[in-house]
């Protein structure tokens, strides 16, 4: 139905949904990575409205830079990357995208 309510249920209470983005992103989204804590691979995704050049980052908990994943043009539209974080220990890292006007960091666990 509408206003994010669910007019007929098994239990016939009415149930809510949030939504899960209020805002239009002006720039893009970073997702939380997945799976999260990771052995050695995991997905970061993301979500580009305006065509810039970005940067995809990762420090260790820090603030120390561990390793450059991207860095490169992207056109609006989702992404996702399959990060290897062969060359890090073990950890609590911070992943950080920017672009030329904003950056957005989430954190990740890694445990080998």
Known sequence: GGGNIIYTTTSG???????YCDKIPTD???FQNYPNPFNSETI???YIKSSDYYK?????ITGMKAE???SRYFKYGNY???????NLSSGIYIYRLSSTNKSVSKKF???K
């Open 13 to 19: 209470m009415p149930v809510f949904v949030e939504s």
């Open 28 to 30: 893009f989204l970073l």
């Open 44 to 46: 970061i995704e993301f």
């Open 56 to 60: 995809l980052e990762i420090y260790d």
């Open 68 to 70: 450059d994943v991207l």
């Open 80 to 86: 996702k990357i399959k990060y290897d974080a062969k």
């Open 109 to 111: 666990t890694l445990i």
